[in-house]
Structures are given as structure tokens and as C-alpha cells.
């Protein structure tokens, strides 16, 4: 399988990962039936943007939750 193959296959299925800013594991995949956990939080292109500034992987979704909450309290 070419390493596009493989991509392709993690992206569908999911893949473990190690959040970045607390370490614990969660499933991510863009691609999965009903997309990435992700993909249905509510987040402005603003906000994407810092926060794509500030990590360079995904965030577990109580870390994607918690660095959310406080625009969401507005």
C-alpha cells in the first residue's frame, strides 16, 4: 500500500492519537462514517486559526472543550 493509501485508511477508519496539551489518547479521523468528533464542535475560522497558532496536533476533546468554553460563556 502506498503511503497515500495508508492516509487515506487512517483517515477512514481513525487513528489513535496523544493530545498535545494533555497527553491522553482519543480517536481521530477525518473521514470516519459521520466525520471526526471535531468536525461537529462549533468554532469560528477566527478562533481555528489561534488555535492552529498555539498546537501543532489535535486536541482531545475535553482539552478542544476547555479551550472553548470561555467564548461559549458569552
Not at 9 to 19: H, L
Not at 46 to 69: D, H, S, T
Amino acid at each position: 500500500m502506498t503511503i497515500l493509501g495508508k492516509a487515506v485508511e487512517w483517515a477512514k477508519q481513525g487513528r489513535e492519537q496523544s493530545c498535545e496539551a494533555c497527553g491522553a489518547t482519543f480517536t481521530c479521523g477525518p473521514l470516519m462514517k459521520g466525520g471526526c468528533w471535531c468536525m461537529r464542535e462549533d468554532i469560528s475560522p477566527e478562533r481555528l486559526a489561534e488555535l492552529k497558532g498555539k498546537y501543532e496536533r489535535c486536541l482531545c476533546p475535553a482539552c478542544l472543550r476547555g479551550e472553548l468554553a470561555p467564548e461559549r460563556a458569552r
